[in-house]
């Protein structure tokens, strides 16, 4: 019978996770103070599971470079997870929840790290840090540009958000889905441009402004794309970022 146990060490997460930090890049942000409440950890022998409560529907993160290490993990955990929940699983990994949910798929999609920041300096970077108060203007633009975009108004107080306006109006963001200094990473996310000046490369004015920031605060840039998303994998690769891991997205239980 596998044994799986919750852990509550941040410590001891940490080591665990930390040997992979391109990896699980989310996973360490989740560590910090600002997303440790919203956490539940599960651990087989070296294998970490989370589930995430911070955004709506639960989601499951349960990640490695060798899938089949996952299986016994998975396996023991199915009667402790939650009736419906989204989940980030490395490739192949889904059979084993498929046998026991429903499943829908999502597609599959890429981690990518800034592993060449010298590129950054190849671009003009652009815009200003948004705050608390520019919400109302970011999700207006989420709705224009990003339909079905997740964006927790909370991490608008990181400080990690940075736009571009032209004649008051806010046209691009580029933004973070986690931050942390104490774990040395972050994950880029919301990044979007109004549909009507897409190709002007506000998007990568932005996203270069952001990083050079972020780079004063953490060592591992990363963020999470569609692996068909073939403009936006572009965009990132002109500014340093190389896949570093494959992933996909699921639902899993009832619609």
Known sequence: MTVIRTSHDRKELAALLGRDPELHAYELGDLDDFYWPYTTWYRHGERVALVYHGGGTPTLLALDRSPRGLTDLLTALVPLLPRAFDAHLSPG???ILAAHFPVRPHGAHLKMALTDPDRLDRVVPAGEVLTTADVPAMTALYEAAYPGNWFD???VQTGQ???IRRAGELLAVAGVHVWSPTYGVCALGNVTTHP????QG???SA???LCRRLLGTVRWVTLNVRADNA???ALYRRLGFTPVAEYAEFSFGPA
């Open 207 to 209: 996203v270069a402004a």
């Open 196 to 199: 009507a000046v897409r190709g």
């Open 153 to 155: 108004e909370r991490m």
């Open 93 to 95: 990994a889904e059979a």
């Open 231 to 233: 403009p936006a994998i």
């Open 161 to 163: 958000y940075v736009g």
């Open 202 to 204: 506000l998007a990568t």
